[in-house]
Protein backbone atom coordinates (compact mmCIF):
# COMPACT_ATOMS: atom_id res chain seq x y z
CA UNK A 1 0.00 0.00 0.00
CA UNK A 2 1.41 3.60 -0.88
CA UNK A 3 0.29 6.67 0.66
CA UNK A 4 0.35 9.28 -1.89
CA UNK A 5 0.24 12.12 0.61
CA UNK A 6 2.74 11.10 3.36
CA UNK A 7 5.20 8.46 -0.08
CA UNK A 8 5.20 6.08 2.78
CA UNK A 9 4.71 2.18 1.19
CA UNK A 10 3.49 -0.76 3.74
CA UNK A 11 2.88 -4.42 3.01
CA UNK A 12 -0.38 -4.73 2.25
CA UNK A 13 -0.83 -8.54 2.80
CA UNK A 14 1.09 -11.59 2.09
CA UNK A 15 4.65 -12.45 2.62
CA UNK A 16 7.42 -12.97 0.11
CA UNK A 17 8.80 -16.36 -0.57
CA UNK A 18 12.76 -17.21 -0.98
CA UNK A 19 11.44 -20.80 -1.97
CA UNK A 20 9.29 -21.78 -4.47
CA UNK A 21 6.86 -22.51 -1.17
CA UNK A 22 3.18 -20.68 -1.73
CA UNK A 23 1.05 -21.11 0.93
CA UNK A 24 -3.04 -19.79 0.81
CA UNK A 25 -5.34 -19.32 3.79
CA UNK A 26 -5.34 -15.43 5.66
CA UNK A 27 -3.73 -12.35 3.77
CA UNK A 28 -1.46 -11.80 6.09
CA UNK A 29 -0.02 -14.92 6.59
CA UNK A 30 -0.69 -16.02 2.67
CA UNK A 31 2.80 -16.45 1.01
CA UNK A 32 3.69 -15.94 -2.49
CA UNK A 33 6.51 -16.57 -4.59
CA UNK A 34 6.33 -13.59 -7.25
CA UNK A 35 3.30 -11.10 -7.45
CA UNK A 36 3.12 -9.52 -10.30
CA UNK A 37 -0.41 -8.05 -11.38
CA UNK A 38 -4.04 -7.82 -9.77
CA UNK A 39 -6.92 -7.18 -11.15
CA UNK A 40 -10.22 -6.32 -9.13
CA UNK A 41 -13.55 -7.91 -10.09
CA UNK A 42 -16.63 -5.44 -9.08
CA UNK A 43 -15.27 -4.68 -5.95
CA UNK A 44 -15.84 -8.49 -4.52
CA UNK A 45 -12.35 -10.06 -4.79
CA UNK A 46 -8.69 -9.73 -6.48
CA UNK A 47 -7.25 -12.21 -8.77
CA UNK A 48 -3.50 -11.92 -8.93
CA UNK A 49 -0.61 -13.37 -10.56
CA UNK A 50 2.05 -14.77 -9.43
CA UNK A 51 5.28 -15.30 -11.30
CA UNK A 52 5.30 -19.18 -9.47
CA UNK A 53 3.64 -20.44 -11.57
CA UNK A 54 -0.19 -19.59 -10.35
CA UNK A 55 -3.02 -17.35 -10.31
CA UNK A 56 -4.34 -16.25 -6.90
CA UNK A 57 -7.80 -14.80 -5.66
CA UNK A 58 -8.60 -12.82 -2.43
CA UNK A 59 -11.97 -12.23 -1.10
CA UNK A 60 -12.22 -9.30 1.25
CA UNK A 61 -15.16 -10.19 2.96
CA UNK A 62 -13.64 -13.43 4.25
CA UNK A 63 -10.09 -11.99 3.75
CA UNK A 64 -8.98 -15.24 2.50
CA UNK A 65 -6.18 -16.34 -0.62
CA UNK A 66 -6.88 -19.21 -2.23
CA UNK A 67 -5.50 -20.91 -5.35
CA UNK A 68 -7.43 -20.35 -8.57
CA UNK A 69 -5.30 -22.36 -11.32
CA UNK A 70 -1.80 -23.82 -11.75
CA UNK A 71 0.40 -25.04 -9.06
CA UNK A 72 3.56 -24.12 -6.78
CA UNK A 73 5.49 -27.10 -7.76
CA UNK A 74 5.55 -27.48 -11.20
CA UNK A 75 5.80 -25.45 -14.48
CA UNK A 76 4.64 -25.97 -17.76
CA UNK A 77 2.30 -25.02 -20.76
CA UNK A 78 -1.09 -27.45 -19.87
CA UNK A 79 -4.39 -26.59 -21.06
CA UNK A 80 -7.83 -27.51 -19.18
CA UNK A 81 -9.32 -27.18 -16.64
CA UNK A 82 -7.94 -24.35 -14.21
CA UNK A 83 -6.79 -26.67 -11.47
CA UNK A 84 -4.91 -29.03 -13.61
CA UNK A 85 -3.65 -25.95 -15.98
CA UNK A 86 -0.36 -25.00 -15.94
CA UNK A 87 1.62 -22.07 -16.54
CA UNK A 88 4.77 -20.75 -16.98
CA UNK A 89 5.47 -17.44 -15.63
CA UNK A 90 2.19 -15.78 -15.44
CA UNK A 91 3.12 -12.20 -15.60
CA UNK A 92 -0.18 -9.80 -16.29
CA UNK A 93 -3.83 -10.06 -16.26
CA UNK A 94 -6.83 -8.83 -17.08
CA UNK A 95 -10.71 -9.76 -16.61
CA UNK A 96 -13.39 -9.29 -19.10
CA UNK A 97 -16.19 -8.07 -17.06
CA UNK A 98 -19.39 -8.68 -19.26
CA UNK A 99 -17.93 -12.95 -19.53
CA UNK A 100 -16.04 -12.80 -16.07
CA UNK A 101 -13.09 -14.79 -18.49
CA UNK A 102 -9.69 -14.12 -17.25
CA UNK A 103 -6.61 -13.59 -19.37
CA UNK A 104 -3.17 -14.21 -18.44
CA UNK A 105 -0.29 -13.14 -20.07
CA UNK A 106 2.26 -16.19 -19.56
CA UNK A 107 5.86 -15.21 -20.45
CA UNK A 108 6.56 -18.14 -22.19
CA UNK A 109 3.22 -19.00 -23.38
CA UNK A 110 1.51 -15.64 -25.26
CA UNK A 111 -2.13 -15.26 -23.48
CA UNK A 112 -4.08 -17.75 -21.43
CA UNK A 113 -7.73 -17.42 -20.69
CA UNK A 114 -9.19 -18.69 -17.64
CA UNK A 115 -13.24 -19.45 -18.30
CA UNK A 116 -15.66 -17.95 -16.23
CA UNK A 117 -12.67 -17.19 -13.63
CA UNK A 118 -14.67 -15.08 -11.55
CA UNK A 119 -17.09 -17.97 -10.34
CA UNK A 120 -14.84 -19.56 -8.73
CA UNK A 121 -15.25 -23.22 -10.70
CA UNK A 122 -13.59 -25.36 -12.92
CA UNK A 123 -15.70 -23.97 -16.04
CA UNK A 124 -14.72 -25.34 -19.51
CA UNK A 125 -14.76 -22.66 -22.02
Given at each position: ????DTGAATVLGGKASTSDAQTDGPLATAVFK?????EYYHFHFVIGTDGGNSIHTYNPGTGVVQRLAGTNTAQGLRDG???SALFTNPRYISIDHNTGHAYIADRSAGIRRICNAVSLKDNPC
Amino acid sequence: KWKYDTGAATVLGGKASTSDAQTDGPLATAVFKNANSLEYYHFHFVIGTDGGNSIHTYNPGTGVVQRLAGTNTAQGLRDGLASSALFTNPRYISIDHNTGHAYIADRSAGIRRICNAVSLKDNPC
